[in-house]
């Protein structure tokens, strides 16, 4: 079950994949890590996907890393006495706490935070952006709008407010109870919406503790004001350009995503490319011509993962956009451009040990000619580190921690299989080759080249590099012929 490409593929669990047979038809076409988004859905639909993707890990002997994706805080509009209103550009419309229904002169916000954060003249968009309304005066209970942009508005619609930091958590009380469910049903790695500071993600944190990685959904022009910060703090990072473009100009989404994916790759954070990369697919067995160069665009941007959503959750042709993705990197990859991209926009190695190590393994692994990098890791933090380095070789990543080997399932490059612990180096570098040989990296004679950390089993302690040629007697690099 070797995957031919290293960028990896995110889809998106739903009505139209929640059957065993179409998951295990999604994981054959391609998919590394699947999605379970707790904005749509009951628990016992997530838990029935989630046993089914597991189970199915265990039939293929492979790990498929579990994304528990939270909605984030909803800031919506009330309910209408006749269910939607007509605003005309021009008028004036009040928002305020009183609960009765609305009509086209008022309607109820019920979220005091964001009357506490208004300014004149910011402004408020409506229905993912399709109205627009200019703050004219406000209160502690209310804001006086001038419609700007006018249309049908109809109930509990949502509310953006561009710029403006809100005094409001990342995690609704909704979002503590599928947290809290997600880590009982024991996912890879939890998405935080909403998230607008560093704080949300140290917030979160203290409630999941190492019992996931955090993800962090970049959707609010706040957040990318403090990028380097976020970035830093998080584990990965996802591109959630749906959000994101209602509140920033559509002309600035992609000009955002390069900046996210470039911070990401600096600091060795995986980072994932999603929203609406395949949306023809959800109603048609192709893709617009458009819609294959937006994923291409993010493969030569060096993305470590992109992402379905609805193609793959309530689409009617989910295995399709699987396989068009696949093919989109695949054919990607192989052209001589993207790896000369790949090394011109090639960071630096930090002045650590480790990177060191893995920046080292990666000039090695050309010269040599390696077949694979291999490192051995606790944690997932040598893999990572290789991964930063983007080295021409793929990667193969050997981790006596099935925790850790779903995980990396989201990582550029990285081919993750389960091993036994290594006590010592002779034994590493055998349990190194002869994965190699298994997971058809490497035949005998080829060189791969080893990164790993001494003494095993710390993380974070990256610090030994060896080449070994695979199936050879070892007299000169120490490794036992396999039997």
């Known amino acids: ?125 409506l229905d993912d952006g399709k109205l627009a309304l200019r703050v004219e005066d406000f209160g502690s209970d209310f804001a006086v709008t001038r419609v700007v942009v006018g249309g049908r508005l109809s109930d509990r619609k949502g509310v953006n407010v561009p710029g403006v930091v809100l005094p409001i958590s990342s995690l609704s009380e909704k979002d503590r109870r599928d947290l809290h469910y997600a880590l009982d049903l024991g996912v ?73 994916v470039r911070a990401c790759r600096r600091e060795g954070k995986p980072v994932v490319v999603a929203t609406q990369m395949l949306e023809s697919m959800t109603v048609s067995p192709v893709p617009t011509r458009a819609e294959a160069s937006d994923v291409a665009s993010a493969i030569f941007q060096g993305a470590d993962a992109v992402m379905l959503s609805a193609e793959s959750a309530a689409g009617k042709y989910p295995v399709e956009a699987v396989t068009m993705m696949d093919r989109i990197i695949a054919q990607v990859e192989s052209d001589p451009h993207y790896r000369a991209l790949l090394e011109a926009n090639h960071e630096e190695a ?26 051995y890791t606790s944690s997932g933090a040598s ?36 091993s036994t612990e290594a006590p010592d180096v002779t034994t590493m570098t055998d349990l190194a080759c002869r994965a190699a040989l298994h997971e058809d990296f490497a035949a005998a004679g080829d060189y791969v080249v080893i990164a790993a950390g001494v003494p095993f089993g710390h993380s974070g302690t990256t610090n030994l590099l060896r080449i070994a040629k695979v199936g050879t007697n070892g007299a000169d690099d120490g490794v036992p012929t396999r039997k």
């Open 383 to 418: 893999a990572l580190r290789a991964a930063r380095e983007r080295p021409e070789a793929p990667i193969l990543s050997l981790t006596p921690s099935t925790r850790t080997a779903c995980r990396l399932g989201l990582v550029w490059g990285v081919h993750s299989v389960y």
């Open 188 to 260: 890879d790695w939890i998405a935080l919406s909403f998230v607008q500071r560093p704080e949300d993600i140290a917030e979160a944190r203290t409630l999941i503790g190492d019992r996931a990685l955090v993800m962090t959904k970049l959707e609010k022009p706040a957040a990318i004001d403090r990028l380097d910060e976020i970035v830093r703090v998080s584990d990965a990072v996802m591109v959630a350009r749906g959000d994101l473009g209602v509140e920033v100009p559509p002309e600035r989404v992609p000009i955002l995503q390069r900046a996210i």
């Open 350 to 375: 930090r002045s650590t040990v480790a990177d060191a190590v893995c920046a080292a393994l990666r000039q090695t692994a050309h010269i040599v000619s390696a077949k694979a990098t291999v490192t």
């Open 1 to 125: 079950m070797r995957r031919k490409r290293n960028a990896k593929i995110v889809a998106t669990l739903g009505p139209a994949s929640s059957s065993e047979t179409v998951i295990r038809d999604l994981f054959l076409a391609g998919v590394d890590v699947f999605r379970l988004n707790f904005s749509h859905g009951t628990h016992a639909e997530h838990k029935e996907r989630f046993d089914t993707v597991r189970r199915i890990g265990r039939e293929f002997h492979r790990p498929i890393g579990i994304l528990g994706d939270l909605q984030g805080p909803k800031l919506r509009v009330g309910k209408f006495a006749e269910g939607a209103v007509t605003l005309e550009a021009g008028a004036m419309f009040r928002l305020d706490l009183n609960s009765a229904d609305g009509d086209v002169h008022r309607v109820s916000l019920p979220h005091p935070e964001i009357f506490a954060a208004l300014v004149r003249g910011a402004s408020l968009l």
